[in-house]
């Protein structure tokens, strides 16, 4: 009875926000914020090169039917058919012809027609490079003009208003992919959810940051929120090409529309987005942050690293439906590997990059990213392209995990312990990779081929690996080192309990006697 009494009192709102304060429960917004809005990137990736193809090939269609002559005969009626004699006679004349010139072709030819899944216009296909790159980097594009605003925002006015602000930008996204039927509307609609994303990934880091204080710690958080941003693009690519292929362009928008109404409800109640608390010393201005030679190796390593995949996104579907007349679900299944490997690569690196070097666990994500992506052009089919792409999300994954939580410690060491900026140039790096591979890829695979493509990403990805060198012992300011010493000394006897923080075992020595 005690505990039925308990779970009748049980105020879930109430709960929600006494542990506001919560870093677990802060780490899990942010978690399912990146996952929604990864979510979002991909799944578009196994949808936009057939659904445009289509949708370029039923307009083509209907302007040879309607360029085609149109022979009505003369008087005021059509023709007839005769069921008789299987022969169709023109009203207001004796003329008469035989069907076979006129009627459609059985459904039975038309099925044999469209039986195979290989594109009917190679050349159009490969039209399509273009088109899609430029739709994929528009979001990438917007998120990188935004960030430099976003960044100097959260210093002012906190973390939780533009998280907030971009689950509403991204819902409004969400919704104009489901029922968008012209490039026009999904360009606009990807272009939208780069000012989302903006928000939601900049606050979200941000704040992070803030609230893991010690290096290692703020390592393994930032680890499992890439897991979100991991599983989001784990789940995207097999989820819309499969939904697509067998229930509609709209269906897989409209879920994830729903989902974000979840994290929207909660990060309402948790968050209570309507307070504005800004931060309490001012921090490094964003272009003193952009000079910094050693933030730059770390943002380049974050960028180059993920061109690869983000120039694999609209081209390697085009080149498996040029090379391997591969199904719609296919195009989405076909990076699952890199998916998986990516969540495998963030979580475990996430903690061990801490101890093995961070630096060293970057030179060796881009040098397996370089060899990884050359060797994807050898696959013969799907089951080929296993091995590479695993390899490539593997070690993305461990780029991306060791060099986020290196930005928030090189402003540690270096400057002023605000993290806004810093990580607006962090996400900057990313939309960069995101807004010239796609973009640049997009061409590059039109006019020399997708080979030359890989491998001239490969190339530069092991080129700028021996930079990630700079990155093992970073000078800073001497104070700054002492206090970095002694925090993440006291941190590891520091526990937090859900109410807030307190300490434990403050007296180490246990000779220690408070009255000596």
Same mark, same amino acid.
């Given at each position: 009875?005690?505990?039925?009494?308990?779970?009748?009192?049980?105020?879930?709102?109430?709960?929600?926000?006494?542990?506001?304060?919560?870093?677990?429960?802060?780490?899990?917004?942010?978690?399912?914020?990146?996952?929604?809005?990864?979510?979002?990137?991909?799944?578009? $990736?196994?949808?936009?090169?057939?659904?445009?193809?289509?949708?370029?090939?039923?307009?083509?269609?209907?302007?040879?039917?309607?360029?085609?002559?149109?022979?009505?005969?003369?008087?005021?009626?059509?023709?007839?058919?005769?069921?008789?004699?299987?022969?169709?006679?023109?009203?207001?004349?004796?003329?008469?012809?035989?069907?076979?010139? $006129?009627?459609?072709?059985?459904?039975?030819?038309?099925?044999?027609?469209?039986?195979?899944?290989?594109?009917?216009?190679?050349?159009?296909?490969?039209?399509?490079?273009?088109?899609?790159?430029?739709?994929?980097?528009?979001?990438?594009?917007?998120?990188?003009?935004?960030?430099?605003?976003?960044?100097?925002?959260?210093?002012?006015?906190?973390?939780?208003?533009?998280?907030?602000?971009?689950?509403?930008?991204?819902?409004?996204?969400?919704?104009?992919?489901?029922?968008?039927?012209?490039?026009?509307?999904?360009?606009?609609?990807?272009?939208?959810?780069?000012?989302?994303?903006?928000?939601?990934?900049?606050?979200?880091?941000?704040?992070?940051?803030?609230?893991?204080?010690?290096?290692?710690?703020?390592?393994?958080?930032?680890?499992?929120?890439?897991?979100?941003?991991?599983?989001?693009?784990?789940?995207?690519?097999?989820?819309?090409?499969?939904?697509?292929?067998?229930?509609?362009?709209?269906?897989?928008?409209?879920?994830?529309?729903?989902?974000?109404?979840?994290?929207?409800?909660?990060?309402?109640?948790?968050?209570?987005?309507?307070?504005?608390?800004?931060?309490?010393?001012?921090?490094?201005?964003?272009?003193?942050?952009?000079?910094?030679?050693?933030?730059?190796?770390?943002?380049?390593?974050?960028?180059?690293?993920?061109?690869?995949?983000?120039?694999?996104?609209?081209?390697?579907?085009?080149?498996?439906?040029?090379?391997?007349?591969?199904?719609?679900?296919?195009?989405?299944?076909?990076?699952?590997?890199?998916?998986?490997?990516?969540?495998?690569?963030?979580?475990?690196?996430?903690?061990?990059?801490?101890?093995?070097?961070?630096?060293?666990?970057?030179?060796?994500?881009?040098?397996?990213?370089?060899?990884?992506?050359?060797?994807?052009?050898?696959?013969?089919?799907?089951?080929?392209?296993?091995?590479?792409?695993?390899?490539?999300?593997?070690?993305?994954?461990? $780029?991306?995990?060791?060099?986020?939580?290196?930005?928030?410690?090189? $402003?540690?060491?270096?400057?002023?312990?605000?993290?806004?900026?810093?990580?607006?140039?962090?996400?900057?790096?990313?939309?960069?990779?995101?807004?010239?591979?796609?973009?640049?890829?997009?061409?590059?695979?039109?006019?020399?081929?997708?080979?030359?493509?890989?491998?001239?990403?490969?190339?530069?990805?092991?080129?700028?690996?021996?930079?990630?060198?700079?990155?093992?012992?970073?000078?800073?300011?001497?104070?700054?080192?002492?206090?970095?010493?002694?925090?993440?000394?006291?941190?590891?006897?520091?526990?937090?309990?859900?109410?807030?923080?307190?300490?434990?075992?403050?007296?180490?020595?246990?000779?220690?006697?408070?009255?000596?």
């Amino acid at each position: 009875m005690g505990g039925l009494d308990a779970l009748r009192q049980f105020n879930l709102i109430k709960w929600l926000r006494e542990e506001g304060q919560s870093r677990k429960l802060i780490l899990f917004i942010v978690f399912v914020a990146l996952l929604l809005d990864n979510m979002l990137l991909t799944v578009v $990736v196994p949808i936009i090169p057939s659904y445009l193809y289509n949708l370029d090939e039923a307009t083509d269609t209907s302007l040879r039917n309607s360029s085609l002559p149109q022979q009505n005969p003369a008087g005021p009626f059509h023709t007839v058919v005769s069921l008789y004699d299987n022969s169709v006679r023109l009203s207001g004349s004796n003329s008469t012809t035989r069907s076979t010139n $006129v009627v459609p072709p059985t459904p039975g030819a038309k099925l044999l027609q469209n039986s195979s899944d290989c594109p009917q216009s190679t050349s159009k296909l490969l039209n399509e490079n273009v088109k899609v790159g430029m739709l994929f980097a528009s979001k990438a594009t917007v998120q990188l003009l935004t960030n430099p605003f976003i960044g100097p925002l959260t210093n002012r006015i906190g973390y939780q208003l533009p998280i907030f602000a971009g689950f509403c930008i991204m819902f409004i996204s969400t919704i104009m992919f489901a029922f968008s039927s012209s490039y026009t509307l999904l360009f606009l609609a990807r272009s939208l959810q780069g000012v989302g994303s903006s928000c939601s990934s900049v606050a979200g880091m941000g704040m992070l940051a803030s609230v893991y204080t010690d290096d290692e710690e703020r390592g393994h958080a930032i680890g499992i929120a890439l897991g979100g941003l991991a599983l989001g693009v784990l789940v995207g690519p097999p989820f819309g090409s499969v939904m697509y292929d067998f229930v509609g362009k709209t269906a897989p928008f409209l879920i994830l529309a729903f989902l974000a109404l979840f994290d929207g409800a909660l990060q309402l109640f948790v968050l209570q987005p309507t307070k504005v608390e800004p931060e309490s010393q001012t921090g490094t201005p964003l272009l003193t942050l952009m000079k910094d030679p050693y933030i730059l190796i770390a943002a380049g390593a974050i960028c180059f690293g993920n061109m690869a995949i983000a120039m694999m996104e609209p081209t390697l579907p085009i080149w498996m439906m040029e090379t391997m007349c591969a199904r719609k679900w296919q195009l989405g299944i076909a990076f699952l590997p890199a998916s998986i490997s990516y969540l495998i690569g963030t979580n475990i690196f996430g903690t061990l990059a801490h101890k093995m070097g961070r630096w060293l666990c970057a030179l060796i994500g881009m040098v397996v990213v370089g060899f990884s992506v050359i060797c994807v052009p050898f696959a013969s089919d799907i089951y080929g392209l296993i091995l590479p792409n695993f390899g490539v999300g593997f070690a993305i994954g461990m $780029v991306d995990s060791s060099m986020m939580p290196i930005m928030g410690y090189l $402003v540690d060491l270096r400057h002023v312990s605000v993290y806004g900026s810093v990580y607006a140039i962090a996400d900057v790096a990313f939309c960069m990779g995101f807004a010239l591979g796609p973009s640049i890829g997009g061409s590059i695979a039109e006019s020399i081929g997708f080979p030359w493509l890989m491998t001239i990403i490969g190339i530069v990805d092991i080129f700028f690996a021996p930079l990630c060198i700079f990155l093992r012992n970073p000078p800073g300011q001497e104070e700054k080192i002492a206090i970095l010493m002694d925090t993440n000394c006291s941190m590891k006897t520091r526990s937090y309990s859900t109410q807030g923080t307190y300490y434990q075992g403050e007296n180490i020595d246990p000779d220690y006697d408070e009255y000596d």
